[in-house]
């Protein structure tokens, strides 16, 4: 679902990054094509396995193609997709909580925001709050993840929102 998301969150750590006029293009460079590659050769594999058939009446196309390939050890597959949805999902919020620092030092959000982990120099606060914010969203259905993208999608326009507004603030000013 958020395969191809890394390079924008990595967007939001630049400062934590050592080298990163160096490091930011090779990490987009190199993860952008190695998914698209994975993504190809995984629907290649797909297709090498099961008809178009099998596919479209398939509830979940992945867990078919385990069945049929791995036999006793597909239940690899809904382990893989699991792991996989948590990795995405601490990207998006280890960027998250420096999304809500960036704000905040910059006047957009609270000052108490702005704040850092006294031992660790994470913006304890900023994540503090992120996720706080989420978990108004979370209720005992399936929508919790639906509510979660949501969220984050809406968190991204705003910061976007801010930084074209001080883009012409900029160019107004000079």
């Not at 993860?31 to 509830?59: D, F, K, Q, R």
């Not at 919020?93 to 910059?106: D, H, I, P």
Request: charged share 15%; with cysteine; glycine share 6%.
């Amino acid at each position: 679902m958020w395969a191809y998301d890394g390079w924008n969150n990595l967007n939001y750590v630049t400062e934590e990054i050592q080298n990163p006029s160096k490091n930011l293009p090779r990490s987009i460079i190199i993860g952008i094509p190695l998914v698209t590659l994975c993504y190809a050769l995984i629907n290649v594999s797909y297709l090498a396995a099961m008809s178009p058939t099998e596919m479209i009446e398939s509830e979940a196309v992945a867990v078919t193609f385990g069945n049929r390939i791995l036999g006793v050890m597909a239940w690899l597959m809904p382990l893989s997709v699991t792991i996989s949805t948590f990795g995405s999902a601490n990207g998006t919020l280890f960027a998250a909580g420096r999304l809500c620092f960036a704000a905040s030092r910059e006047g957009h959000l609270l000052d108490i925001l702005s704040y850092v982990h006294v031992r660790r120099l994470t913006p304890a606060p900023g994540l503090i709050f992120h996720v706080s914010v989420k978990s108004l969203f979370i209720d005992k259905s399936y929508r919790i993840l639906f509510c979660f993208l949501i969220s984050t999608i809406c968190l991204k326009i705003v910061d976007k929102g801010h930084f074209i507004h001080l883009l012409k603030q900029t160019s107004t000013a000079s």
